[in-house]
């Protein structure tokens, strides 16, 4: 697309952040201590923003007021990213259509299992869905934090993966997060808490990225493994309110899965520290 294009798409975006305005999910995530009567005036003044600086797809730029997400139009929901099919219930390949069944282990995982247990993506890296995870990772997307959850709805069996479970973000090195002013995975870790809200799902950042590594997007799988060994420890476990126990289901969360080096690498120093339950989750995964 061309960049005059997306910057005019971005512009109504802007305008709300520069205003300080509630965005589509900010009131929910970030201002929960707002009192009804203010959330109203938040709402008012978000609808004339609205009627000032039309919301427009991120996909599509079509101006987009009413559809079921917020900043994606009908024709482009990232439902239609969804992953349906057969799956390695380990690495979540898909290994066959609609009709065949899901594998406990695919032949990938039994030559080089991760060292998570379980995994869930929700879609794939295309369209909408990757849209979301570089407005969220590199474009402050904090505002699609309401449609991530809608889209979390979707997935068949998401609800049932995240019941009972304590979610860990992938960490930034505080450096990177300092400069992005929130960590993604943490934001969706929030997402998946709105979308499921009687599921009885804890937040706990346990993870500390001890190294800065270079961005995984270049390198090959053997690479991207030495690239994250050793990059996080397990901090703040024992500080966590309640302490988290042992046996307690850890779900490490990320935007985007590719080689699952970096969740695999992350659950390896999980069950080191003691936890006997890792598995991972990852928004969009590379196919
Ligand atoms: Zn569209
Ligand atoms: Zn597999």
Redesign the pocket.
Known sequence: MMAGATKLMQFPTRARQNLNLPATSHAAYFKEEMSSDIVRLGDIIHSAVDFLFPRRCLVCGKINPKSKYAHFCDDCAPEADILRGAR?L??S?IIGGNSAFNVA??P??SDNPPFFDRSLVAGSFANALRQMVIELKYKGGTYLLSDISLLLKSVDTAQDFFENSVLVPVPLHFTRRLKRGYNQSAAICAAITKAFPNSNIRIAEILRRVRRTPTQTTLDKGHREKNVKDAFRVAGAKVSTPAIQKDARIIVVDDVMTSSATLSECARVLKISGFCRVDAFALARRL
């Open positions: 390695c380990r690495c390949e282990t695919c990938h995982c």
